[in-house]
């Protein structure tokens, strides 16, 4: 196989990877703060039940999430399997990386102090007006760095994708070692992973740099 | 940046809906073939970037001689019958080492086509003649087939000689850490091993079967009637000498075939 075809193959599976990324980060950054929200709620509860599907998600291998998400719902109700893989994996990746999300969340708004809940309500704010005016936008430059940590984190985890045959690069690429014996596709993989990273890592800083307007 | 973003979440959109076309409701006509992308000389990917190998092969040629449309869906190994039933593929066709527990657990496995056995692959002068060298060594092997099996349970005995049982992910994985030093031997099915030693030289395979079996093609349970179909029209391939051409392009498992001896 040459060298063209091997990368072309990969980058073939390099659009799947980024399907994976863009919708994952789509959806749970959002679901991410409404599980935030549900974990801090006044009422023992809700609190308590998020708080617990908040540690199985993340005391759980997402290996595992993949495959309960994927065939789950096939060997409990007899749904058939999705066909486009996409659709599992992408659900699976959005909870499990809600619920990081959700504690990131968390800490930034718990960091916060009363007083300025206090100043609000003096001033006349409502509760909604406070949490969106005030304490979001400080909350969103604290949390930065951690949010990229994670952000990170997830351009190398969708290689996990592989577990329910999604056929993403990282897949793509041990098929191709295995059947070349060869190595060069890991290598392959590696600089795509990092040119990706570096791509995220650029964005973040931006976006950071954007947020820093008081300084 | 909200032209990037625009640009971004356009591209993301258009990728889902592509890989939405990709593939289709599961249509009558439409046989499934579930494979190890990763096993050569059955099923890898080849030189052009698509999926090939004697499995691969015979299952296209049985199609067309049964009309079904051909495709190809690439099971995770270790996950291959859990695959299988939630309808993924139509059969898992892919060097596959038939097992009592899977009649056991109902699913519908074909004749016989290929007899494998079981070999050590040690590098050139190493020293090691047979599997009474191996005690004090560590021998590598790969998760989930049917050697990690054998020495688990029926070579029990032997593998209590070793130093350790080093279990990789992949062949490739194996062979590297012999080659690397990490393994004095690779216990690997004898195809995949010849092909290895037909690529790379200095390594050797020892004169020694460790443990016969067969590989077979894997059904769902109540699909006999597929398996029969699918059965016959490899018979056909091999009357009218399609499967005989076919298997000479894969000289390192030709001897093995049952259906050729």
Redesign the interface.
Same mark, same amino acid.
């Given at each position: 196989?040459?060298l063209w075809?091997m990368v072309?193959?990969m980058a073939e599976g390099l659009?799947?990877t980024?399907?994976i990324f863009?919708?994952t980060l789509?959806f749970s950054l959002p679901l991410g703060m409404f599980v935030a929200l549900l974990r801090m709620s006044r009422n023992k509860i809700i609190s308590g039940v998020t708080r617990f599907i908040i540690s199985v998600l993340r005391g759980t291998p997402l290996m595992l999430q993949l495959?309960a998400v994927t065939?789950g719902p096939?060997y409990l109700f007899g749904v *058939? @399997?999705s066909?486009?893989?996409?659709i599992p994996v992408v659900i699976a990746f959005a909870i499990n990386y809600a619920a990081y999300f959700a504690e990131i969340y968390r800490g930034g708004i718990e960091s916060i102090s009363k007083g300025q809940y206090e100043a609000a309500e003096v001033l006349g704010y409502t509760k909604a007006q406070t949490f969106l005016r005030i304490i979001l936008p400080q909350v969103i430059k604290r949390i930065m760095p951690s949010v990229t940590n994670e952000v990170v984190t997830l351009v190398k985890d969708t290689s996990m994708a592989? *577990? @329910?045959?999604y056929?993403e690069m990282f897949?793509?690429g041990?098929?191709?070692?295995?059947?070349q014996?060869s190595?060069v596709p890991f290598l392959v993989a590696g600089v795509f992973y990092f040119v990706f990273k570096a791509i995220v890592d650029f964005a973040m800083g931006?976006i950071e740099k954007?947020l820093n307007y008081y300084n | 940046?909200k032209k990037l973003l625009s640009i971004?979440?356009a591209?993301?959109l258009v990728?889902?809906f592509a890989?939405?076309g990709?593939?289709?409701?599961?249509g009558s006509n439409k046989f499934i073939m579930g494979i190890d992308?990763?096993?050569?000389p059955f099923s890898?990917?080849?030189?052009?970037?698509n999926y090939t190998g004697f499995d691969v092969e015979i299952c296209k040629a049985a199609c067309e001689k049964l009309g079904y449309e051909f495709e190809v869906?690439?099971?995770?190994w270790d996950?291959k019958l859990?695959?299988l039933?939630?309808?993924?593929c139509d059969c898992v066709w892919s060097g596959m080492t038939i097992l009592d527990s899977m009649k056991e657990e109902g699913y519908v496995i074909s004749a016989p086509y290929f007899d494998n056995s079981q070999v050590l692959l040690v590098k050139e002068g190493s020293g090691i003649t047979s599997s009474k060298d191996l005690a004090g060594k560590i021998v590598a092997v790969q998760l989930g087939t049917s050697g990690e099996a054998l020495l688990n349970d029926e070579l029990s005995d032997l593998s209590a000689t070793f130093e350790s049982v080093l279990t990789c992910d992949?062949?490739?994985k194996c062979?590297?850490e012999l080659d690397g030093g990490a393994a004095d031997a690779v216990f690997v099915d004898y195809p995949v091993a010849a092909s290895?030693v037909s690529?790379?030289a200095g390594f050797t395979i020892l004169d020694e079967e460790l443990g016969g079996e067969q590989y077979g093609i894997a059904f769902r349970a109540g699909d006999e009637e597929l398996c029969k179909k699918i059965e016959g029209a490899v018979a056909e391939l091999v009357k009218d000498g399609t499967y005989a051409k076919i298997a000479a392009k894969y000289p390192d498992i030709v001897d093995s075939l049952v259906f050729l001896k």
């Open positions: 196989m040459s075809v072309a193959k659009t799947r980024c399907a863009f919708l789509i495959l065939y096939y *058939t @399997v066909r486009n893989k996409l592989f *577990t @329910v045959s056929q897949t793509i041990k098929q191709i070692a295995n059947s014996t190595f931006k954007k | 940046m971004m979440f591209a993301v990728l889902s890989a939405c990709a593939k289709n409701e599961a992308p990763e096993y050569p890898y990917l080849g030189d052009d970037g869906f690439e099971v995770n996950e859990v695959q039933d939630a309808k993924e992949s062949f490739l062979f590297t290895y690529e790379h």
